[in-house]
């Protein structure tokens, strides 16, 4: 990876992940605890570096364990809509006619839909925790690798190692696994970027609108509680925000410093 | 325009069982809720004896079967009845119509801003692919386009109505202004600045990005470097030659976007307290609204596509070449 924007995009992730694992080792204690006086202004008190909110919680605390979660939400959304992505691409490529068809109209379904709204009220249904908000924003995350899968799959499965490893008498699913996937997955692993970034976005609005994990820290919350008292302490909603605006845009700085790296290697080799 | 036609008329067509497993879907998962509206309701009453709850849930069909209550609920939307909020005591069609306008306007006017914007910082952007503005500029809007909404918001209201008091903090219009006509239309106007903003940023990126990638295409055209070579001025080739071919791609993001600002709506309304399609999404899942929320969610799937299709339509009337090869089997 040679781009600028590549390395600094690798910089802002290795410095978020890094904030994550520590999280848990520089403050052991439970992030929503209350730890001081209310409303203490950062760089006072060097025991609370960053100050505390509006009911006295530690924001330094509090910003490293929201970094944790938005880094898991991302992650783990990313896996759930690229595996569940692939799946539903497969079997429709390699099925064809009428199961091609229904499972693609499920595919448009959940596409008209705007995410937001589905993932709202798939967390009203079950309840706001963090599993289910990972499952609700991969609700409408894996609409796209089912698309790209299949779109390859199809590409694929009409060439000729294919239908050696048909006429040599292969499984169709040992097929499936061996001779197709492993060739339609490159392209879709190039959306892992803007999944991850969509659903960091998603569950920081969640978590805004109060929809989040209760017992979580997440950097949305922190924006909504810091709303409260926007006029006299700025800070407490714009701090997270930054740590968001971070985030994400390194997670997109990276996406495309690996994807001109690969470009770059395909091109030379 | 024949083709045009034929085309919409095939594409309602095809969006008719996209819709179907919308409507059955959106229906089979609020009914999967624990609790019901009759349960929320109770609950804003503080009680109820089990006689009040039976008259309750027979009242609004809640003791029917699934299926039933499935069919009966397919029904009523043929015939544009979206049942009936509990949490506002009204219908929701009328909740959502009278909703839906200020969203329109939002969404319009932040697409119009991200749109001119945007491809207007394309073009200076791509008028020199790899240049340091260039550079710029992309990076720039890559950031801007990792801003969330609702907190881009909080900033803007933190900047423009708190410390320079240019705008106000939320609303849609002053209250009991007893403003009419064009006062009245400049007052919303003013009171939209800071949402469209919010909202019309953060998607400035996507065209800014498209017509940035479509410049660097056609600079590599034969018919750009046949321009170059008979010596016309740099000004001209970018803006007659090269911008021209980028431009009409960035008309499909249009329909693209739509959801997702749809999706954005919602913070953004909360955010600024606009009495908006969004903001009653929100209301829908703190009231526990489950018929409110369907409907919702229905009529935003319509609304995705209606305006995927236009997008379409717009696409064919303006390029030729779309739909030339679509002759129907």
């Known amino acids: 990876m040679h781009s600028p924007e590549g390395v600094a995009g690798l910089c802002l992730i290795v410095l978020l992940a890094a904030m994550a694992f520590a999280a848990p080792l520089l403050y052991p204690g439970d992030p929503l605890a209350i730890v001081g006086r209310a409303l203490t202004a950062p760089f006072t008190d060097p025991a609370l570096p960053l100050g505390t909110d509006r009911l006295g919680r530690d924001v330094a605390a509090g910003l490293m364990h929201g970094a944790r979660t938005s880094l898991l939400v991302g992650l783990a959304t990313a896996l759930v809509a690229l595996a569940a992505g692939t799946l539903v691409g497969t079997v429709a490529g390699l099925a064809g006619g009428l199961m091609d068809e229904a499972l693609m109209r499920v595919v448009d379904a959940f596409q008209i839909v705007p995410g937001f709204l589905l993932a709202l009220a798939f967390v009203s249904v079950t309840g706001a925790s963090?599993?289910?908000?990972?499952?609700?924003?991969?609700?409408?995350?894996?609409?796209?690798?089912?698309?790209?899968?299949?779109?390859?799959?199809?590409?694929?499965?009409?060439?000729?190692?294919?239908?050696?490893?048909?006429?040599?008498?292969?499984?169709?699913?040992?097929?499936?696994?061996?001779?197709?996937?492993?060739?339609?997955?490159?392209?879709?692993?190039?959306?892992?970027?803007?999944?991850?970034?969509?659903?960091?976005?998603?569950?920081?609005?969640?978590?805004?609108?109060?929809?989040?994990?209760?017992?979580?820290?997440?950097?949305?919350?922190?924006?909504?509680?810091?709303?409260?008292?926007?006029?006299?302490?700025?800070?407490?909603?714009?701090?997270?925000?930054?740590?968001?605006?971070?985030?994400?845009?390194?997670?997109?700085?990276?996406?495309?410093?690996?994807?001109?790296?690969?470009?770059?290697?395909?091109?030379?080799? | 325009m024949h083709r045009a036609l034929t085309m919409t008329r095939r594409r309602i067509v095809s969006s008719i069982p996209v819709l179907l497993i919308v409507i059955v879907g959106t229906f089979l998962l609020l009914e999967a809720a624990p609790g019901d509206a009759v349960d929320a309701y109770l609950l804003s009453l503080g009680g109820g004896d089990a006689g009040l709850v039976a008259e309750l849930r027979q009242s609004y069909g809640l003791?029917?079967?699934?299926?039933?209550?499935?069919?009966?609920?397919?029904?009523?939307?043929?015939?544009?009845?979206?049942?009936?909020?509990?949490?506002?005591?009204?219908?929701?069609?009328?909740?959502?119509?009278?909703?839906?306008?200020?969203?329109?306007?939002?969404?319009?006017?932040?697409?119009?801003?991200?749109?001119?914007?945007?491809?207007?910082?394309?073009?200076?952007?791509?008028?020199?692919?790899?240049?340091?503005?260039?550079?710029?500029?992309?990076?720039?809007?890559?950031?801007?386009?990792?801003?969330?909404?609702?907190?881009?918001?909080?900033?803007?209201?933190?900047?423009?109505?708190?410390?320079?008091?240019?705008?106000?903090?939320?609303?849609?219009e002053t209250i009991a202004s007893g403003k009419t006509g064009l006062a009245r239309v400049a007052d919303i106007a003013w009171h939209l600045a800071l949402p469209v903003s919010a909202l019309g940023f953060i998607y400035l990126a996507l065209f800014l990005r498209m017509?940035?990638?479509?410049?660097?295409?056609?600079?590599?055209?034969?018919?750009?470097?046949?321009?170059?070579?008979?010596?016309?001025?740099?000004?001209?080739?970018?803006?007659?030659?090269?911008?021209?071919?980028?431009?009409?791609?960035?008309?499909?993001?249009?329909?693209?976007?739509?959801?997702?600002?749809?999706?954005?709506?919602v913070v953004v309304e909360s955010v600024f307290a606009i009495p908006g399609f969004g903001r009653l999404a929100h209301e829908a899942v703190s009231g526990r609204d489950a018929p409110l929320l369907t409907g919702i969610i229905i009529v935003s799937a319509v609304l995705v596509i209606a305006v995927n299709l236009l997008v379409d339509i717009a696409y064919a009337l303006l390029d030729p070449r779309v739909g030339s090869g679509e002759v129907a089997p």
């Open chain 1, 130 to 269: 963090l599993p289910v908000i990972i499952l609700a924003i991969g609700l409408s995350a894996w609409t796209g690798p089912a698309r790209l899968v299949r779109a390859e799959v199809l590409s694929i499965r009409e060439r000729d190692y294919v239908a050696a490893a048909r006429v040599i008498g292969m499984h169709p699913a040992e097929v499936a696994l061996r001779e197709v996937l492993p060739n339609a997955l490159p392209p879709v692993l190039a959306l892992t970027a803007v999944i991850v970034a969509t659903a960091v976005l998603v569950e920081a609005a969640l978590s805004f609108l109060g929809l989040g994990d209760p017992n979580v820290v997440t950097w949305g919350s922190m924006i909504a509680e810091g709303r409260n008292v926007l006029r006299t302490a700025p800070h407490l909603s714009m701090v997270p925000g930054l740590g968001l605006v971070a985030t994400v845009l390194g997670v997109y700085l990276l996406g495309e410093g690996l994807a001109d790296a690969m470009a770059g290697r395909k091109a030379r080799g």
């Open chain 2, 211 to 265: 017509m940035r990638a479509g410049m660097a295409e056609a600079w590599r055209q034969d018919f750009v470097l046949s321009a170059r070579a008979k010596g016309l001025a740099r000004r001209r080739i970018v803006l007659r030659y090269v911008a021209r071919n980028a431009l009409l791609p960035l008309v499909t993001m249009l329909g693209l976007q739509a959801a997702a600002m749809l999706g954005g709506s």
């Open chain 2, 63 to 172: 003791d029917q079967s699934i299926v039933k209550r499935l069919t009966l609920y397919v029904g009523a939307l043929l015939q544009l009845d979206l049942g009936w909020s509990v949490a506002f005591d009204r219908p929701v069609l009328d909740l959502i119509v009278e909703r839906l306008p200020n969203t329109l306007w939002l969404m319009g006017a932040a697409t119009a801003l991200a749109f001119s914007l945007g491809s207007l910082l394309g073009i200076v952007a791509g008028a020199r692919p790899g240049s340091l503005t260039d550079r710029t500029l992309s990076i720039g809007s890559l950031a801007l386009y990792a801003v969330p909404s609702f907190w881009l918001g909080l900033v803007l209201v933190l900047v423009f109505a708190v410390d320079l008091r240019w705008f106000p903090t939320a609303g849609i």
